[in-house]
């Protein structure tokens, strides 16, 4: 393990390809959502121009702000979320109901996940995202070529935070074009808003355990895994999904996708804090190390400090934001030989296990069974 663990070389994540070939889960899950993702942008790209169209009539400027957003949304992203929902619905209807009537609403969650990015990029002061500049950094770039009044990364931060609020808005405004009715409707909108609400005290218990990391725990860092992470990535698209589809909440359906929507996000927390000590920024798009810099708490890291002998501890208490590339590359081996590393790979395994038996449920359609166990391995093992 230790060979692993340097910074640009995460420990268990499946790599993309092997001897050449496509990975034998990614090339067999392709054709289940190869679909739906092209669908989703297809969608979210006529969605957008309209949008664009009707900013810039009130004024240019306001249209490039538009745009900016727009930017944000369709800059990659593995739309998994929409892909949960689909199967979250699919795994109901079969193969019996047309896609375009949700489609809306499906994409409607990557909306809400860009909100959800240029918020966390803005709080976290990250510089990028998926291999480039975050909004509020490209922003301030603009602000700063131009010559124009005022503080450059303040200006640049403000516009962010107005990106992220008009994402949130037209997410609202795409949902309400799926054709359902209407009560059916309402019923996914409290879906909707249970896991907005979810995902913001999420991420104020994120933050909150960055302002007093000595007093965070294992248990707490995986409290925010379930409410940032599980509950808006994998857990409620999938019961947003049964909701499309007409579900009640108190159907066995509703019970297994919560239990599966947990342990796999959860399992996709975990695999997100291993690629953030030891990701490679050139697949994952975003700086190496940064969690240690910063002393995240992520259950990583809190595993880390508990199996941590005196000397190890030390050295997780002294790195800092300064600290230069070889210090970071160190302390990644350091977290290794404390074995959380493994500990934390055995939780991914166990949780993906735990949502694989749960997938017996007899009321999920065959398909999507075999969809949601290769959405599992996929969203777990990987290298961004």
Request: proline share 5%.
């Amino acid at each position: 393990m230790a060979n692993d663990a340097v910074v640009g070389k995460a420990p268990g994540v499946i790599p993309a390809r092997r001897g050449g070939e496509t990975d034998p889960v990614r090339a067999s899950l392709a054709a289940y959502t190869e679909e739906v993702v092209a669908a989703v942008d297809d969608t979210l790209v006529d969605f957008l121009a309209a949008e664009i169209d009707a900013l810039a009539a009130i004024e240019p400027s306001a249209g490039e702000f538009a745009t900016i957003a727009r930017d944000s949304v369709l800059a990659g992203g593995k739309r998994l979320r929409p892909t949960f929902a689909y199967w979250g619905w699919r795994g109901v209807v079969g193969d019996a109901e047309p896609l375009s009537p949700v489609l809306p609403a499906l994409a409607a969650l990557e909306l809400l996940h860009a909100f959800a990015l240029t918020h966390d990029d803005v709080m976290d002061s990250s510089a990028t995202r998926r291999g480039r500049p975050t909004a509020h950094v490209a922003v301030a770039a603009q602000h700063a070529a131009a010559g124009r009044r005022g503080d450059s990364g303040k200006f640049g931060e403000n516009v962010a935070i107005l990106v992220g609020d008009l994402c949130l808005v037209w997410a609202d405004r795409l949902l309400a074009q799926a054709v359902l009715p209407s009560a059916r409707l309402l019923e996914v909108r409290r879906c909707y808003d249970q896991m907005r609400v979810e995902t913001v005290a999420g991420q104020y218990l994120d933050i909150l355990g960055e302002s007093d990391p000595t007093n965070w725990s294992v248990e707490r860092a995986l409290q925010v895994a379930r409410y940032k992470t599980a509950s808006y990535t994998v857990q409620w698209p999938l019961l947003f999904g049964a909701r499309l589809a007409g579900v009640g909440a108190d159907s066995p359906l509703i019970a297994a996708y919560t239990r599966y929507g947990q342990a796999v996000g959860e399992a996709f927390q975990l695999c997100d804090d291993l690629l953030g000590v030891y990701g490679d920024p050139a697949t994952t798009g975003k700086p190496a190390g940064d969690d240690l810099r910063t002393g995240k708490p992520t259950a990583l890291l809190m595993l880390a400090r508990d199996r941590a002998d005196p000397a190890q501890r030390r050295a997780l208490d002294h790195v800092g934001a300064s600290a230069d590339d070889r210090a970071v590359t160190r302390l990644a081996e350091v977290v290794a030989e404390t074995g959380a590393v493994t500990q934390v790979e055995q939780m991914i395994s166990d949780r993906v296990a735990e949502a694989i038996e749960v997938l017996n449920a007899p009321s999920i359609d065959a398909t999507a069974r075999t969809a949601l166990a290769g959405l599992a391995a996929v969203a777990t093992h990987r290298r961004a």
